[in-house]
């Protein structure tokens, strides 16, 4: 069975970088598009970044370019999300997600996403 594990959360400092990671099994995910999400309390989940299993291809949402990156670890069913000068308004519970299709660009943040992880916590103090 599918099965998408985050961890990596927690209660940083603004300023502070921190590496979520999301353990994927059940299958081979080649091919795949693996992406990471985001729900700040009292919003909706917005896309934060994607990545192209077999490629290594990423996409990332404009708000968050040049402060996260998203790559893989083919060996070890990896994939991570580096978040780098974290800011309060980064607060969210972050979801990693796949999808089997394609995607380019826009189109990784309105894939369906077959398989989401329960999600990992973290908090930005000011």
């Known amino acids: 069975q599918e099965q998408l594990v985050e961890s990596g959360g927690g209660l940083v400092q603004d300023g502070d970088s921190l590496r979520l990671s999301c353990a994927a099994s059940?299958?081979?995910?080649?091919?795949?598009?693996m992406g990471w999400f985001r729900q700040a309390p009292g919003k909706e989940r917005e896309f934060v970044a994607a990545i192209r299993w077999t490629s290594g291809r990423t996409y990332y949402a404009d708000s968050v370019k040049g402060r996260f990156f998203i790559f893989r670890d083919n060996a070890e069913n990896l994939v991570y999300l580096q978040i780098n000068s974290l800011k309060p308004e980064d607060t969210a519970v972050y979801f990693c997600a796949a999808d089997p299709g394609y995607c380019s660009g826009y189109g990784c943040s309105t894939l369906k996403y077959d398989y989401w992880g329960q999600g990992t916590q973290v908090t930005v103090s000011s």
């Open positions: 059940g299958r081979t995910f080649d091919n795949w598009v």
